[in-house]
């Protein structure tokens, strides 16, 4: 069993009472923590010290949405709003996607999460044995569902059911439970409700979590009231959705009934406020469903309506935009913000018990941000300055299960000029 202390750091542990401890130390042996506080005066039983020399230490970040395949679109697609961006630009080309595509635009995701502080991502795909296998290599962190579009006959939606129930089935738990998975229609306006009634009882069967993009743009709830006289909120609970467990992207365009129901049924919330903003669709009320009580957290969505995949960014977005929203400056605070990003992230993914914050007992997810330069003085307050100040560019090292992975901005278990160079050449075989 090996044991490392890193000591000497600014310590930001999202727990209940949100400490920060400096001068702090954390303590790991394998893949989980065994210690966490002041620097110990005895550092004898650790096998490795490492001086953090002075750097905050946090919880890795969560990113609660997206679709990692969708890097090799990146500026492809620009200043479209949703419904022509996805109809007449994204759908056509990601019909000439391979699974060569899918596995080489998901490396080049994960390549750029790891690098700016993600240890956790929630990916909503097709091709998704390729997904899962880019996680258990790079050895980052995944919560795993293959996207069904319900369009088509009958039988290519039964196909697409079974394709991802054999997916969820086989990789629950996979890469050293570093994987989970869900079931994931894409939204009410691709699969009809029938369908989204089968794919709710295969998740029953199956005991796993839903995911889904839901009142995303002002026309997708007008239509979703025109075609089944429900916002897309009482749509999805009148059929059982919010029954189980499930998670949403976006939630933009909800009232106040809506976001009582999401409130009462605890439906989880993923906040994507760059991509929304850039596709022209809305800003989320999150300053009211947090005062409501539901878990919301914070997502990119995918390279394609981003365009990049730094938390830090929306970080930043989600603890400015509703202040403005609301000219009520003490809105979603830095804080909040980053409670969206670490342990609101691992509740809305049911992995609090294990990630999110940094706890004894918890599995060593963390990052350190290299504050030993001007955005980060003078100290007066490491969150406001990771929240207002950071950037995924300042992040060093990246650790998942106790296990490092970046190191000094350094890439341990993948090949960056080799993804690059990849990504580069089947983004060509696009066009
Ligand atoms: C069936 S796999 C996922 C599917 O979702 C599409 N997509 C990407 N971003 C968005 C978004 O913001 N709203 C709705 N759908 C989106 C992606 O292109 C894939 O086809
Ligand atoms: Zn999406």
Known sequence: MARKLLYNGTIVTSNTKNEVIENGAIGIE???????GAA???FSSYDEKVDLKGNILLPGLINTHGHTPMSLLRGYADDLHLQTWLEDKIWPLEAK???EHAKWGAKL?????IRTGTTTFVDMYDNMDEIAKAVEEA???GVLCRGIIGFGSDELRQSKLKEAADFAKSWYNGAGGRITTMLSPHSPYTCSPEYISQIIDKSVELNVPLHTHMSETKFEVEKNIEDYGDTPVVHLDNLGFF??????AHAVHVNDE?????????VKVSHNVISNLKLGSGIAPVGKMLEKGVTVSLGTDSVASNNNLDLFEELKAAATIHKGVARDATVVTAQQALRMATIQGAESLWLEERIGSLEVGKDADFIVVNSNHSFFYPKHNPVSHLVYSGSGRDVKDVYVQGKQILDNGQFKTIDEEKILYEANRMSKLLS
Do not use: C, H, N, W
């Open 97 to 99: 996607y391979t699974a």
């Open 258 to 266: 809506d976001i009582e129901i999401l409130a009462e049924k605890d």
């Open 109 to 113: 995701s994960i390549l750029e999460m």
């Open 30 to 36: 394998d893949e989980k923590i065994i210690y966490v």
């Open 243 to 248: 029954d189980r467990p499930s998670l949403v």
């Open 40 to 42: 110990p005066e005895d």
């Open 139 to 141: 050895g980052i962190r």
